[in-house]
Nanobody, 120 residues
Framework: QVQLVESGGGLVQAGGSLRLSCAAS????????MAWYRQAPGKQRELVAG???????NYADSVKGRFTISRDNAKNTVYLQIDSLKPEDTAVYYC??????????????WGQGTQVTVSS
């Protein structure tokens, strides 16, 4: 069994910053790609940023220059530093991880989500 636990969301004023964390635990042999998605009310879930085990990253155009994804492979944790927040960044942010389990299976896991609300 593998669990992803997110933290760091909250209410912040426009222009502020937040740091989201997502820790994977359980029967993990190795995490491959890890990513952050978000879903705003009435909208589809969208990819915000991703990072592979080697450290290469990719970002949605809407967040480039403001969001930074990073990971600590020793802790099986992925982070999302969010700067210069805008009201349109308001959403539930979900962590996603492509994990090789100790049983040798490859499974895509999702966290429960953390709410980010940006006031104008």
């Amino acid at each position: 069994q593998v669990q992803l636990v997110e933290s760091g969301g909250g209410l912040v004023q426009a222009g502020g910053s937040l740091r989201l964390s997502c820790a994977a635990s359980g029967s993990i042999r190795s995490p491959n790609a890890m990513a952050w998605y978000r879903q705003a009310p009435g909208k589809q879930r969208e990819l915000v940023a991703g990072i592979i085990s080697g450290g290469s990253t990719n970002y949605a155009d809407s967040v480039k220059g403001r969001f930074t994804i990073s990971r600590d492979n020793a802790k099986n944790t992925v982070y999302l530093q969010i700067d210069s927040l805008k009201p349109e960044d308001t959403a539930v942010y979900y962590c996603n991880a492509d994990i090789i389990t100790t049983w040798g299976t490859r499974v895509l896991y999702w966290g429960q989500g953390t709410q980010v609300t940006v006031s104008s």
